[in-house]
């Protein structure tokens, strides 16, 4: 699974960044708890990972606990696979770091800053976009990068959305990214509850589900 998403241009043209998506796949068990689920999509990814970022061997991802705390990742991980604990958002200005999250009707956000080449990727579904994570990760972009969100290119990936959710999580993500100053606002504008050939959906198939992967690095 090599294929680019059309909704990821924005930032994948830009030659100093990398952004990828693992949609659903065909033939995995995944028809349990997210554990189980994981567990068994973990040789894929790790398959479909090593295809598109040869040369990067670092990987982080959040915890994803529903919150809106960020990890910073300031220091390279030369090799291997590190979670950090308590967040559902990574910020990096190091190359070479590869930005995992999961989802599966939750909302990822991809963010890239085109002038000091910082990046970040988050995990907001209801409790974090209520949380506004898309704020927190912003502020800590500028406090430890120099991040003017005027620079910011921002990406929302396929989520749930009405009428399968009765909140509309691009539509508050979106005005969150205006309110933040934010102009470059991307939505992929694709409904996980919609299509179970492409996503996964946790709220249609009923928790018994595997998930998404958004990926985000800078060259």
Same mark, same amino acid.
């Given at each position: 699974?090599?294929?680019?998403?059309?909704?990821l241009?924005?930032?994948?043209n830009?030659p100093?960044?990398? +952004? %990828?998506?693992?949609?659903?796949?065909?033939?995995?068990?995944?028809?349990?708890? &997210?554990?189980?689920?994981?567990?068994?999509?973990?040789p894929?990814? !790790? =398959?479909?990972?090593? +295809?598109?970022?040869?040369?990067?061997? +670092? &990987?982080?991802?959040?915890? =994803?606990?529903h919150? #809106?705390?960020?990890?910073?990742?300031?220091? $390279?991980?030369?090799s291997?696979?590190?979670?950090? $604990?308590?967040?559902?958002?990574?910020i990096?200005?190091v190359? #070479?770091?590869?930005?995992?999250i999961?989802?599966?009707?939750c909302?990822?956000?991809?963010?890239a !800053?085109?002038?000091?080449?910082?990046?970040?990727?988050?995990?907001? *579904? &209801?409790?974090?976009?209520?949380?506004?994570?898309?704020?927190q990760?912003?502020?800590?972009?500028?406090e430890?990068? *120099?991040? !003017? $969100?005027?620079n910011?290119?921002?990406?929302l990936?396929?989520?749930?959305r009405? $009428?399968?959710?009765?909140?509309?999580?691009p539509? %508050?993500v979106h005005?969150?990214?205006? +309110?933040?100053?934010?102009?470059?606002?991307?939505?992929?504008?694709? #409904?996980?509850?919609? !299509?179970?050939?492409?996503?996964?959906s946790?709220?249609?198939e009923?928790?018994?589900?595997g998930?998404?992967l958004?990926?985000?690095?800078?060259?």
């Amino acid at each position: 699974m090599t294929e680019a998403f059309s909704f990821l241009n924005s930032i994948s043209n830009q030659p100093e960044f990398q +952004a %990828s998506w693992i949609p659903r796949l065909s033939g995995v068990n995944v028809d349990g708890d &997210r554990e189980f689920a994981l567990r068994n999509l973990a040789p894929l990814h !790790d =398959q479909i990972i090593s +295809a598109q970022y040869p040369s990067i061997n +670092a &990987r982080h991802h959040a915890e =994803q606990v529903h919150g #809106n705390g960020i990890s910073v990742i300031s220091e $390279p991980l030369q090799s291997g696979i590190i979670t950090h $604990p308590g967040t559902d958002g990574l910020i990096t200005n190091v190359p #070479n770091q590869l930005l995992a999250i999961y989802v599966a009707d939750c909302a990822a956000i991809y963010l890239a !800053d085109s002038v000091s080449k910082a990046i970040g990727l988050l995990h907001s *579904g &209801r409790k974090g976009t209520e949380l506004n994570i898309l704020e927190q990760a912003v502020r800590k972009m500028t406090e430890f990068f *120099g991040t !003017d $969100p005027a620079n910011l290119t921002c990406i929302l990936s396929p989520c749930i959305r009405p $009428p399968d959710y009765e909140m509309n999580l691009p539509e %508050s993500v979106h005005s969150q990214a205006r +309110a933040l100053g934010i102009d470059q606002f991307y939505d992929s504008c694709e #409904n996980t509850a919609a !299509d179970l050939t492409a996503h996964y959906s946790y709220r249609v198939e009923k928790g018994k589900t595997g998930r998404m992967l958004a990926l985000l690095t800078l060259q």
